[in-house]
């Protein structure tokens, strides 16, 4: 599987931004998908997650109310929507797949894309 994460960019502190994760292959319906995010001098973190129906998602904490992630499988596709978007968002934010797994621990997330650039100015 591979994945391409694009839409990542430049933006202000409140604003929105929509960022993509296209996937390769015929299996898509069936993986969990997430995005992850590493900040400058950051560990990797899980940020939110979506098995294998729309309405089945989880996210962390610290985006819990603005960040919306969701899947159109008839294009291989994940979003993630990022609104009233702070300074601490700033990362690199990489999608990920969990072929046979309910999405968790992180070490079941056996494929990754390369990652986009989000920064976010206060």
């Known amino acids: 599987v591979q994945l391409q994460a694009s839409g990542g960019g430049l933006v202000r502190a409140g604003d929105s931004l929509r960022i993509s994760c296209k996937a390769s292959?015929?299996?898509?319906?069936?993986?969990?998908v997430a995005w992850f995010r590493q900040g400058p001098g950051k560990d990797r973190e899980f940020v939110a997650g979506?098995?294998?129906?729309?309405?089945?998602?989880y996210y962390a904490d610290s985006v819990k109310g603005r960040f919306t992630i969701s899947r159109v499988n008839a294009q291989n596709t994940a979003y993630l929507q990022m609104n009233s978007l702070k300074p601490e968002d700033t990362a690199v934010y990489f999608c990920?797949?969990?072929?046979?797994?309910?999405?968790?621990?992180?070490?079941?997330?056996?494929?990754w894309g390369q990652g986009t650039q989000v920064t976010v100015s206060s």
């Open positions: 990920a797949v969990d072929v046979g797994g309910i999405g968790w621990p992180e070490s079941d997330y056996e494929y």
């Open positions: 979506i098995r294998w129906s729309p309405d089945n998602t």
């Open positions: 292959g015929h299996d898509f319906h069936r993986y969990v």
